[in-house]
């Protein structure tokens, strides 16, 4: 059953091309991470493996449309899914947002439906407030 999610919008204190470019590269995600996650996280070019709470997830980069949107699909995962970031230009910056799709059955559905839109509702934030020059806040309960 596929289940469509999509994020908050938020506008990025930087230009779209070069929000872009330090997502294009899924090496520079790593560099973004905790440190006490970098460790379950291994990453190059076009794909990015990480193990969280004991299950592997595998991505690579599907699509890539310069300066606009970049998708990635799982490579290895319990669920097939993709997800998009799009990056749009705003005054003041880039109105960036995120859309997943999932095919969930209806027990997936139930147990990670709200957790995959907080996620991407909070990855939105995050990206906003390091732009803005404030440290976000990562939750605990990741690893």
């Given at each position: 059953?596929a ?12 230009p779209?091309?070069q ?10 995600l ?31 980069v ?10 990635i699909?799982?490579?290895e ?19 960036f ?7 969930l059955?209806?027990?997936?559905k ?17 990206l906003?407030q ?9 939750p605990?309960?990741?690893?």
């Amino acid at each position: 059953m596929a289940a469509h999610y999509q994020s908050k919008h938020g506008v990025v204190a930087v230009p779209p091309e070069q929000l872009y470019m330090s997502f294009t590269d899924l090496r520079n995600l790593t560099q973004s991470l905790p440190e006490q996650y970098r460790g379950s996280v291994e990453a190059d070019f076009d794909s990015l493996r990480a193990t969280v709470q004991g299950f592997t997830i595998a991505v690579r980069v599907a699509e890539r449309v310069p300066y606009s949107l970049i998708r990635i699909e799982d490579s290895e995962a319990p669920f097939h899914f993709s997800v998009t970031a799009h990056f749009d230009h705003a005054d003041g910056g880039t109105d960036f947002s995120i859309e997943a799709d999932a095919d969930l059955n209806f027990m997936m559905k139930a147990l990670l439906g709200g957790k995959i839109q907080q996620a991407l509702d909070k990855a939105v934030d995050s990206l906003v407030q390091v732009s803005h020059g404030q440290k976000p806040e990562f939750p605990s309960d990741l690893g």
